[in-house]
T-cell receptor, first 111, second 112 residues
Framework: DSGVTQTPKHLITATGQRVTLRCSPRSGDLSVYWYQQSLDQGLQFLIHYYNGEERAKGNILERFSAQQFPDLHSELNLSSLELGDSALYFC??????????FGEGSRLTVL | QQQVKQSPQSLIVQKGGISIINCAYENTAFDYFPWYQQFPGKGPALLIAIRPDVSEKKEGRFTISFNKSAKQFSLHIMDSQPGDSATYFCAQLGVNTDKLIFGTGTRLQVFP
């Protein structure tokens, strides 16, 4: 158990819909990273927050947004969903040594 | 998006053999090179990591070799075991950035 909690574990929705994925980092970690993992794309970096502030952005689509709240949990919002958004979405928090600790992911299926 | 080039895409090794996975990077502005291991249905977990000021790091059966001039680093798994069957990702973290960029992954299968 990495200590990073992600909900929901599985989500099935239709095209055009909006979903929110939630992540709670390890106790004491201020950083939250979001990654998208699909079969042919590996682990794609989406965005990084540190103590509530956005610190780095990857190829995150404009339809996607994220935020980190004062209690340090983070939410990734995906809107106007398309079939190609079906993927595993991982959240990770970063420890003091620089290691990323990953949650078990949220599997999104868009039908 | 900038990526680390990883090879091979898949690897089949006999139990007791050596598994070797290679990664090449383009940008030299990175100072942390970890390897992550991912089992099906689980998130990636840190296996071993190296900084470019050393050429090799060994932890048990796992060794990272780093070749700064060639901009390459590799993971060697000695005495490979069926329990090592997983997907392995190399990654790199930029200097003064917070982006950890992953390679495309290598699916390792170790047969008894």
């Amino acid at each position: 158990d990495s200590g990073v909690t992600q909900t929901p574990k599985h989500l099935i929705t239709a095209t055009g819909q909006r979903v929110t994925l939630r992540c709670s980092p390890r106790s004491g970690d201020l950083s939250v990273y979001w990654y998208q993992q699909s079969l042919d794309q590996g682990l794609q970096f989406l965005i990084h927050y540190y103590n509530g502030e956005e610190r780095a952005k990857g190829n995150i689509l404009e339809r996607f947004s994220a935020q980190q709240f004062p209690d340090l949990h983070s939410e990734l919002n995906l809107s106007s969903l398309e079939l190609g958004d079906s993927a595993l979405y991982f959240c990770a928090s970063r420890g003091r040594t620089g290691e990323l600790f990953f949650g078990e992911g949220s599997r999104l299926t868009v039908l | 998006q900038q990526q680390v080039k990883q090879s091979p895409q898949s690897l089949i090794v006999q139990k007791g053999g050596i598994s070797i996975i290679n990664c090449a990077y383009e940008n030299t502005a990175f100072d942390y090179f970890p390897w992550y291991q991912q089992f099906p249905g689980k998130g990636p977990a840190l296996l071993i990591a190296i900084r470019p000021d050393v050429s090799e790091k060994k932890e048990g059966r796992f060794t990272i070799s780093f070749n700064k001039s060639a901009k390459q680093f590799s993971l060697h798994i000695m005495d490979s075991q069926p329990g090592d069957s997983a997907t392995y990702f190399c990654a790199q973290l930029g200097v003064n950035t917070d982006k950890l960029i992953f390679g495309t992954g290598t699916r390792l299968q170790v047969f008894p």
